[in-house]
């Protein structure tokens, strides 16, 4: 089983960017699907994006399409979130996460994006 770091969070203002990252330790990490998931204050932990275990395939939520993009680099057992064009809205922390059936799924601790008007 992998262990997932996060890291890249931050303040930032509305219309910046920032690149979250997650890092795997463990087992082979191309063997997962990794998510990334968002939750703000008040509300559920909800859908940002997925990326296959080759990164051939991504898949986005529709709230970050065209505004966030998802890669990964195997040998670095590394996911990467570049998220441009940030919003208030977008402010949550955000979680990462790896999957590969039938195993459980396994979550890092978060990081928090902040972003101001």
């Known amino acids: 089983q992998v262990q997932l770091v996060e890291s890249g969070g931050g303040l930032v203002q509305a219309g910046g960017s920032l690149r979250l990252s997650c890092a795997a330790s463990g087992d082979t990490f191309s063997d997962y699907a990794v998510g990334w998931f968002r939750q703000s204050p008040g509300k559920e932990r909800e859908f940002v994006a997925v990326i296959s275990r080759t990164g051939g395939t991504t898949s986005y939520a529709d709230s970050v399409t ?3 993009t ?6 670095r ?8 064009s940030l919003k208030p809205e977008d402010t949550a922390v955000y979680y990462c996460n790896a999957a590969s059936p039938p195993d459980p799924h396994v979550w890092g601790q978060g990081t928090q994006v902040t972003v101001s008007t």
């Open 66 to 68: 065209g505004r966030f």
């Open 70 to 75: 998802l890669s990964r680099d195997n040998p």
């Open 77 to 84: 057992k590394t996911v990467y979130l570049q998220m441009n």
